[in-house]
């Protein structure tokens, strides 16, 4: 068996969708459920983000956007689209700094 | 009790063979650092990785470093009258842990680990609770903690409890004098059991600490080139006891790394094993899960488990599937069939129970279903639905004495047949830190008929022997074990019922399904919620448990006032009420289940809100 990543390319593509769905199916994976069933609008503690899963969650974004963050992010930032749209804003500020 | 097995243990002399190391030759744990500190010199003990990334230099400390560091900070701590008495240790992993820890043992003080409330989102209610009940006499941290455990101590009127940053402190190792313990003194408490409000401390002494020692090095079949080494918290009882002490014992050595390192990236620890040849590691069920899933081919690329030949795998219920997923996804790496090493125990045994057999696989049992829940080990028959039971493995009479137990007669149960193990050994505890009432029942059990054996310790765990094999299938105690975390229900259900005036009582319990699960049944008066609708009651509900107390809240049931079932004297009938959920018989008024629990209820029907 192989773990998919998911890795999208560059820093300029992410956007809101595509960071949407690359949290979707990393939390499918911790969580042990399918990807299309867990809601952008939800917040990820119904569908039971631990603190295990959300370092987890770090770890995973740290590796694929080179991007350090703390698991608190989980919570200040509950559902799908409040963490995608907090990402893609970080993203963009690290690029500016580059 | 310990002191007569203890005696029955120096005749027997059975670790000879195995580079001569026996319980009997000494009386301390202490004495047995400074007896290899003595030996080994400046040879490495520890070394940590913080993050356990691959070419990265560890920080090292070596026998006489450790040594060195200990004595000093002993001096201080017999200087301040704390031989005898209880320190808290606030740390987060790395050396410094090891040198307080050491430091204790060598002043005669009573370590009391506990994990350091600023790291994730732990707070300091749970150690105020410890400084109380164990009557702490000091804190010993890190500078950089210091000023925000100083400011909790005075917070909460600790006023006579000193606080002493380890860092940068250089003490006399020269004013350190041998405080001469005896095997019943006591090494240090371990806090895993009881509850947030009512924490319980299983007092280990130092004969309790050797014995375990030489049984996990038994177990292991440790010797001085054994290399430990992973990144379970060294507050831990499997931490402590057997990365951070058994390498002491051994006089060998110990590569060790954080847990949230782990969490985040868990190919570190593969990485760990592979560059640093480790031999010996140590974890729950979830973390080998938690690879299989995680780690990608690209992580794996160099990786080489050749070196790794146990595997521990213990301290949360040892999964046949997770055994096989981990053998079969890690075997083109180098790792053996034989190198998982399902084993059993607990904080209250120092350590370790039970463990593999050594050069052969894990036994795994298909049983029958229906025969497991009447209680017997027996089948499988066709056509019929099986478990499949990994054995925690065997015990060794030098160490354990295990017997399964009715829990209700107290009649030994024959073999096959499901009871409460009960254990007696020089491992086992005297009891927990004042706690008379509770270690009558708990550690002083006599088995009807057999009197006169003596006492065992109940373990409130339900198994089996067959085949000298100890098989646990389940749990007689409420408590929850989740993420190698003991979970109370008590706890869960006091801080639910204080979010808002309209819940009402709940009852908490595990469900079992490839994991376990927890399940929240609270009761809620719905005209009461102020703003609220049932909805985001809930979601209040799943965000306090995944928060407060880090374990997934997929399964919260809010029900109306009355469903919650209670004993006449108002005790709260949580195995009832499990029954009743796994009947589909709870009508919640609006419920979130995890699918894979949902599979095992099937359908319910929701109460229409009026």
């Known amino acids: ?98 | 009790m310990t002191a007569l097995v203890l005696e029955l243990m120096i005749g027997t002399d059975v670790s000879a063979e195995r580079g001569g190391l026996t319980v009997a030759e000494f009386r301390s744990f202490a004495e047995l650092v400074l007896a290899r500190a003595e030996e080994r010199g400046d040879a490495d003990a520890y070394l940590f990785l913080e993050n356990g990334v691959r070419g990265v230099e560890p920080e090292r400390l070596s026998y006489a470093g450790l040594d060195r560091a200990a004595k000093g900070l002993a001096a201080w701590l017999q200087d301040r009258g704390l031989t005898g008495r209880q320190v808290l240790l606030l740390y987060p992993s790395g050396l410094d842990f090891l040198q307080a820890f050491v430091g204790c043992l060598y002043a005669g003080a009573v370590a009391v680990p506990a994990p350091l409330p600023t790291e994730q989102g732990r707070h300091f209610q749970r150690v105020s609770g410890i400084v109380r009940d164990a009557r702490v006499g000091a804190v010993l941290t890190l500078g950089k903690h210091a000023p925000e455990v100083e400011a909790w101590l005075a917070e909460e009127g600790f006023s006579d409890v000193l606080c002493l940053a380890t860092d940068g402190f250089a003490g006399d190792p020269a004013a350190w004098g041998d405080p001469g313990l005896r095997t019943d003194d006591l090494a240090f408490l371990q806090y895993t059991s009881g509850s947030t409000s009512e924490p319980k401390g299983v007092m280990v002494s130092h004969g309790n600490l050797l014995a375990n020692e030489a049984a996990i090095q038994r177990a292991t079949s440790g010797d001085r080139n054994t290399v430990l080494g992973g990144w379970l918290p060294f507050y831990h009882d499997m931490g402590l006891i057997g990365h951070v002490l058994q390498p002491l014992w051994l006089g060998s050595s110990a590569v060790l790394m954080s847990p949230t390192s782990f969490l985040r990236r868990p190919e570190r620890w593969l990485e760990l094993l592979s560059e640093h040849r480790v031999t010996v590691s140590a974890a729950p069920n979830f973390a080998y899960d938690m690879c299989v899933r995680r780690v990608s081919d690209a992580h794996l690329e160099g990786i080489d488990l050749s070196s790794w030949r146990v595997a521990c795998n213990g301290a949360e219920p040892v999964r046949a599937d997770t055994l096989r997923a981990f053998a079969e996804r890690f075997a083109p790496y180098g790792f053996r069939a034989d190198t998982s090493f399902p084993c059993y125990g607990m904080a209250e045994t120092t350590l370790l129970v039970s463990g593999k057999r050594p050069g052969r696989p894990a036994v795994l049992r298909e049983v029958d279903s229906a025969g497991l829940e009447a209680g017997r080990l027996e089948g499988p028959f066709l056509q019929a639905p099986t478990r499949t039971l990994a054995s925690s493995g065997m015990v060794h009479p030098e160490d354990f004495e295990v017997r399964i137990v009715d829990p209700e007669t107290r009649e030994e149960r024959p073999e096959g047949e499901v009871g409460e193990i009960w254990v007696r050994g020089a491992s086992v505890s005297v009891g927990y830190w004042r706690r008379p009432e509770t270690n009558a029942e708990i550690f002083g059990a006599r088995i009807a008929g057999a009197e006169e054996l003596g006492p065992w310790l109940r373990t409130g765990d339900l198994g089996a022997m067959e085949r000298d094999e100890l098989f646990v299938t389940g749990r007689l105690k409420e408590m929850v074990l989740i993420n190698g975390r003991n979970i109370y229900p008590y706890d869960v259900e006091s801080a639910v019922r204080a979010l808002d005036p309209a819940f009402g009582s709940g009852a908490v319990f595990a469900v079992d399904t490839d994991q376990e699960h927890l399940v929240v049944i609270h009761e809620v008066r719905p005209s009461a919620l102020a703003g609220q609708d049932l909805k985001s009651a809930t979601s209040t509900v799943q965000a306090l448990i995944s928060r407060e107390f880090a374990v997934p809240a997929g399964n919260v049931l809010l029900v109306r006032p009355g469903t919650v079932r209670r004993t006449t004297s108002g005790k709260i009938q949580r195995t009832l009420m499990r029954k009743l959920f796994l009947d589909g018989a709870v009508t919640p008024l609006h419920a979130v289940l995890d699918p894979a629990v949902r599979e095992l209820v099937g359908s319910f029907e929701l109460e229409p809100v009026g």
């Open chain 1, 1 to 98: 068996m192989t773990v998919p990543t998911g890795r999208p390319a560059t820093v300029r593509e992410h956007t809101v969708e595509t960071l949407s769905e690359w949290i979707a199916n990393r939390i499918s994976l911790y969580l042990k459920r399918p990807a299309d069933e867990i809601a952008s609008n939800v917040p990820l503690a119904e569908y039971g983000l631990d603190s295990v899963a959300a370092l987890s969650l770090c770890g995973d974004i740290e590796e694929d956007f080179d991007l350090v963050l703390e698991p608190t992010v989980a919570w200040d930032y509950p559902t799908i689209d409040a963490l995608a749209g907090y990402l893609v804003e970080e993203l963009r500020a690290t690029v500016g700094e580059a």
